[in-house]
């Protein structure tokens, strides 16, 4: 099944810097979708960007599309300690959304 | 309104003995799935449900586990002579009509340790 992979596993950084996090697919998708979890629980959606779309951006999110590359990234800008969580990419394709293993992001004070 | 909720937040169980898992999407969604994490993993597919179609069970991992979604509404997973490999976070989500392009609702999980 189409599962997008995230990169890197975990990620530390210093209050105030930027994260950047990767996920790269394998075949077509329709769109992507970025999403946060705190301490294994529920699921929270951050951004969807579409196939025919490059950039979005919400708030401090950052959200590229490369389908020529079949990878996208997620940057956080002027990171915060409450940023800490894991992030999920999900691929949207075939009617489905396939969620990828996810990146830990820790964030120090 | 209300989010999705699921119960019980937490179960602890014996292997061997049935347990069932509820989700209560939000009000109007008609599609709703049901997720299994391990510690550490990504989220595994297990069931579809969409309004009145057939489900997508593709994702049940074995003929212990199955699951109905009553009235087009509540949903019940449930996990027949549980094994220790069952224990994980059992995470549903619901979404407006079920296209990839939706966002999907997630509730809080359930956690689930077989002894």
């Known amino acids: 099944s189409q599962q997008g992979e995230e990169d890197p596993q975990a990620l530390s950084i210093q209050e105030g810097e930027n994260a950047t996090m990767n996920c790269s697919y394998k075949?077509?998708?329709?769109?992507l979708q970025w999403y946060r979890q705190n301490s294994g629980r529920g699921l929270v959606h951050l951004i969807l960007i579409r196939s025919n779309e490059r950039e979005k951006h919400s708030g401090r999110l950052r959200v590229t599309l490369d389908t020529s590359k079949k990878s996208s990234s997620l940057l956080i800008t002027a990171s915060r300690a409450a940023d800490t969580a894991s992030y999920f990419c999900a691929i949207g394709a075939n009617s489905k959304l396939t969620f990828g293993k996810g990146i830990t992001l820790s964030v120090r004070p | 309104g209300a989010g999705v909720s699921q119960s019980p937040s937490n179960k602890v169980t014996e292997k061997g003995k049935d347990v069932e898992l509820r989700c209560d999407p939000i009000?109007?969604?008609?599609?709703l799935y049901w997720y299994r994490q391990s510690l550490g993993q990504g989220l595994e597919f297990l069931i579809y449900?969409?309004?009145?179609?057939?489900?997508?069970k593709s994702g049940l991992p074995s003929d212990r586990f199955s699951a109905e979604r009553t009235g087009g509404s509540v949903s019940t997973l449930t996990i027949q002579r549980t094994q220790q490999e069952d224990s994980a976070v059992y995470l549903c989500a619901s979404s407006f009509q079920g296209y990839e392009t939706e966002t999907q609702y997630f509730g809080p999980g359930t956690r689930l340790l077989v002894l």
């Open positions: 075949t077509s998708i329709n769109n």
């Open positions: 449900f969409q309004g009145n179609s057939a489900p997508d």
């Open positions: 009000s109007g969604h008609t599609a």
